[in-house]
């Protein structure tokens, strides 16, 4: 799922609206091995991107030694072709990659490095049988090149890569709630099935002698290998090209920034390999050596397999980092005097840029890769440029095929105007960092010039550039309306994100009934997060009609998931809260004895989520065994609080102690008990102690290094759950000051996403559940009228972008279903959020 997050761009290639799995887009694009018929006494079976092959009646340990095969994009075909011919002699279960673009994608540049390269998994069922498979297939693949699988063991010199892992899918729950594939441990415990960037073996396991052999010839070889000429002090950036490093030279101690290519790996559209890139960065910086804004080259050199740049450090944030630290509009209420000091230093940056990239196109090269990402600001103002392995002489060289998503354009990708394109579409971002919103809807160019020129005192000439550099020549039509330009068309607004909603159904697959989050590609496409449960709550909640195909469709995903897990946002739980809500009791009950046990405490995949469910449908039903389960949630939830208590990893509402504190604050309004009330407080203190204020008085919680104000993953979560208890007790004014600390944050203007948990909607759903409390009317109509920034047409309606706004989104979490909650909560109707509001208190509130 993690891993997921971190990759929209990879979901994003075939569907011009909508996130979706790439093997969809190459279905017509198939290895051969995948259509011919199955041999008789074979049975297989397609999942996701991979083709299963393997014997009738062959029985398989839960866990053991995989044989990866490794191969480049050239040779793919022939290789799935003569190892399925040997495992189909041998009788070895196996699977391979469906299409020539996904085996593309997953050796791409932002592939996850632990696993790409691979091709084919083959699953010896013993040692025995894995060394047969090695000694077997060794010679028939010798002298084939190949991507190196990181997270594996190379077998000899070949494209063969061995790992121990999971032949089963089994699942495990990490203390932040998080759902990952497991092996057991001897003793039957479930621990996470890692897969690192590197080979590690289980600390328990011993290796059969066939790898013990390998480690040890391993080790022979690394100690007679030269080590690097550097000492690395920190990574700056990986990707599965390889990696960008902060170093110092052994032999002055100065400081380098070393830049690593893996052969064969991290390719871009056009095939290219991420040491052809480096060759290319290597001969730019010699090309433009002398220019004070581009690093000088100090060195090249080979490691083992691996290439290296060495360059000049230059000290400094990238745009992207000063746009997140120093924009006004970030903080709940700038003034004048800051709107006007940053707009100066941002117009000072963009001439810097213009006068650097005039220079570089006098010297013949096109940067090619122009974004905030790619240019740092020093700490004494001035810009310099990096990562040059796309820069290119126009008419001389082929053009990139690697792009940065709301930086490039159709009729701008070739030459110096994609530079100069890109340049525009900073004039822009530094202000409102919205250009990819451009690639869903080119024809907001206007809205976000006006929006900028509204909040900030920039020249005319400097909106006007903006409009006429980023309006397209084939966009011809005028700009949409903005749904959100009138306050008081709320039914209007409803329907148009209910049709936007319904055009996207699509019934007809299995895999997902509404589109949304990548994550809904994975979790069974039923769950309350990314799944059809949130949209369906969403519908009903806000009293549109629901479908009744549409509320079987959930019924039947959560009954074929493989894997039942537990949960209110990520799990069964949440499709059968909404079941029950859309007048299926039984099914709802059916999917609680079907769901998984767990033993974390969030909101999201454990007991929280849980509990708050058997309370709903206890309530719905009366049903004893459910009141049993949950008191039993409850004396578990209530020890996850004692202060002897192990700390959780999660914070927030999904995944931290605010959702238990939720689920007490339900408790108590059920039963009065005031034990119910401390309990939910020490809860909520656990969270604010994660908190931290800024000088305004805005309260942000710390996640790592971010300082978040989000619902799902923020203050605004916890902001939730103290109005609910202070108005129980609003005697406490630790949380009082608090609370109108989070509601401070939640004015920020400037809020990347538009979605209910990671985004501006969420902000309004606070905003919105307390406008009781002084001075929320005027950022409760700001914020609503804010959201037009992220809506985009559809269907004849109106959508949202999802998390990354690669796409739009419909789901509950990220996308339109949320922010059509948000919507009808600021109407002056309850939140109703499952799990998170307790509707019977808001509505008694003044």
């Not at 060394?131 to 010679?139: F, I, S």
């Not at 893996?262 to 390719?267: Q, V």
Request: hydrophobic share 40%.
């Amino acid at each position: 799922m993690d891993d997921v997050k971190r990759n929209h761009h990879l979901f994003a290639g075939d569907d011009p609206h909508f996130y979706d799995h790439p093997v969809h887009g190459a279905a017509k694009r198939r290895f051969a091995a995948v259509d011919r018929p199955v041999p008789a006494g074979w049975r297989s079976h397609q999942n996701g991107s991979w083709f299963f092959l393997a014997p009738e009646g062959a029985e398989l340990p839960d866990q053991g030694w995989k044989i990866h095969v490794s191969a480049v994009p050239a040779e793919a075909a022939e290789v799935i072709e003569l190892v399925t011919a040997y495992c189909l002699e041998a009788g070895l279960p196996h699977k391979f990659l469906v299409s020539p673009r996904v085996h593309h994608l997953n050796n791409g540049k932002y592939a996850r490095r632990g696993s790409s390269g691979k091709l084919m998994t083959l699953y010896p069922a013993d040692d025995e049988r894995l060394r047969d498979a090695l000694d077997g297939l060794g010679p028939l693949l010798a002298g084939r090149r190949a991507p190196y699988v990181l997270g594996d063991l190379r077998w000899q010199d070949g494209p063969l890569y061995l790992r121990y892992g999971g032949f089963l899918e089994r699942w495990c729950t990490l203390e932040s709630g998080e759902r990952v594939l497991a092996i057991a441990r001897p003793d039957g415990t479930l621990v996470p099935d890692r897969r690192e960037p590197y080979f590690e073996l289980p600390q328990w396991l011993e290796p059969p002698e066939c790898v013990a052999e390998q480690l040890r010839a391993d080790e022979a070889a690394a100690a007679g290998q030269p080590g690097l000429p550097y000492l690395i002090e920190r990574a700056l950036h990986f990707s599965n090209g390889g990696g960008v490093y902060l170093a110092r030279s052994r032999t002055d101690g100065g400081r380098v920034v070393l830049r690593e290519a893996r052969p064969l790996a991290g390719l871009d559209g056009a095939g290219a390999d991420a040491v052809t890139r480096l060759r290319t960065e290597a001969r730019a910086l010699r090309a433009l050596a002398g220019l004070e804004f581009v690093p000088r080259l100090l060195d090249e050199f080979t490691v083992w397999e691996h290439h290296y740049l060495a360059e000049e450090y230059v000290e400094g944030e990238t745009l992207r980092q000063f746009l997140a630290r120093s924009n006004p509009l970030t903080r709940p209420e700038p003034t004048a005097a800051e709107l006007a000091r940053y707009t100066e230093q941002a117009l000072d940056i963009v001439r810097q840029l213009e006068l650097a990239i005039d220079q570089v196109h006098a010297r013949g090269y096109a940067f090619g890769d122009l974004h905030p990402a790619n240019v740092l600001l020093r700490p004494d103002g001035r810009i310099c440029l990096v990562d040059f392995e796309v820069a290119h002489r126009p008419e001389h060289e082929p053009e990139p095929s690697v792009a940065c998503p709301g930086f490039v354009a159709p009729h701008a990708t070739a030459g110096f105007a994609r530079d100069r394109y890109a340049l525009d579409c900073i004039r822009l971002a530094l202000f409102l960092p919205y250009t990819m919103l451009l690639d869903l809807q080119p024809a907001k160019v206007d809205q976000l010039a006006d929006a900028m020129a509204e909040f900030f005192p920039v020249p005319t000439a400097h909106t006007a550039r903006v409009r006429s550099g980023l309006r397209r020549p084939s966009v011809r039509l005028p700009a949409p309306e903005d749904p959100f330009a009138d306050p008081a068309d709320t039914d209007g607004l409803t329907a148009a994100l209910t049709r936007a909603i319904l055009a996207s159904a699509t019934p007809h697959r299995t895999d997902r009934l509404f589109p949304g989050d990548p994550a809904g590609l994975t979790d069974g496409g039923h769950t309350l997060e990314h799944g059809a449960a949130g949209v369906l709550h969403a519908l009903h909640a806000t009293g549109q009609p629901v479908d009744e195909e549409h509320a079987d469709w959930l019924w039947r995903a959560a009954r074929r998931s493989r894997d039942p897990r537990p949960g209110l946002y990520g799990g069964l739980h949440g499709a059968a809260l909404v079941l029950d809500e859309l007048g299926h009791p039984q099914k709802a009950l059916d999917l609680l004895d079907r769901a998984g046990r767990t033993d974390e405490p969030s909101l999201r995949n454990g007991l929280a989520g849980i509990g708050l469910t058997l309370h709903r449908l206890h309530r719905a039903t009366g049903d004893g065994g459910l009141r049993d389960a949950l008191d039993r949630t409850a004396e578990r939830l209530a020890a996850t609080l004692d202060p002897a208590a192990p700390p959780r990893d999660g914070a927030g509402l999904l995944t931290g102690p605010s959702g238990t504190a939720s689920f007490f604050l339900h408790l108590h309004q059920d039963g009065g008990d005031p034990a119910h009330l401390d309990l939910a407080a020490r809860a909520l203190r656990a969270d604010l102690a994660r908190c931290r204020t800024s000088e305004e008085g805005a309260v942000n919680l710390l996640d790592g290094t971010r300082l978040l104000p989000y619902l799902g993953s923020g203050s605004a979560g916890v902001g939730l759950l103290l109005g609910h208890y202070l108005r129980h007790r609003p005697e406490d004014e630790e949380f009082a000051r608090a609370l109108d600390g989070i509601l401070l944050a939640a004015r920020a203007r400037l809020v990347i996403f538009g979605g209910l948990f990671h985004g501006r909607a969420g902000l309004l759903a606070l905003l919105a559940e307390h406008r009781d409390r002084p001075g929320t009317a005027e950022p409760l109509a700001r914020q609503r009228r804010l959201l037009g920034w992220h809506a985009v047409p559809y269907g004849g309606g109106t959508a949202f972008a999802g998390d990354q706004l690669h796409r739009l989104s419909m789901d509950l979490s990220t996308g339109t279903a949320g922010v059509l909650l948000a919507l009808h909560a600021a109407a002056g109707a309850p939140l109703d959020l499952p799990g998170a509001t307790l509707p019977a208190l808001a509505a008694a509130r003044p």
